[in-house]
């Protein structure tokens, strides 16, 4: 089934326990591989049961885990109306080159709005939907390293 949306929605993609539903009053679908509580909506983040340009924002918090997570983009930016905001808040040691990764993600169809690192352990990014840009193949060339867990 295909959610339709009448306000600002959010699409939070790879949800977890879906704390962005339960902390806002926009309707939010939270998507994620587990229903982990009634918020949640079973899918993969490669194909959600959305409308195109159907959501305002799109979220990826600590999200971009699979080997697909190229997938994962182009699906928000279906998901996301015209001058939508796409949200990526990432372990910073994830990304090899900042710089790298946002330019592909614009070569794709998004402008850079902000982009910070708050600290060593987090990368923030938002960017707007807009017009793809020439393909060059910054986009298809992205990589994310594996997260690695140290003993404490």
Sequence with gaps: AVVS????????FGCGDAKIAQSVTNPVYSFDLVQTNDHVIVANSNKVPLGN???????????????DFKDFIREARRVLKSKGTLVIAEVSS???NVTEFVAG????????????EPNS????????KIKPKENKGLFESLEL????YKKR
């Design 105 to 116: 993600v614009e070569e794709l169809g998004f402008k850079t709005l902000q982009k910070e």
């Design 53 to 67: 340009k159907s959501v305002d924002i799109a979220v990826f918090c600590l999200s971009l885990m699979g080997t």
């Design 145 to 148: 390293k594996p997260c690695t």
């Design 94 to 96: 994830r990304i090899p």
């Design 5 to 12: 949306t009448q306000s600002t929605g959010v699409a939070d």
């Design 121 to 128: 352990f987090f990368t923030e990014m938002i960017f707007k």
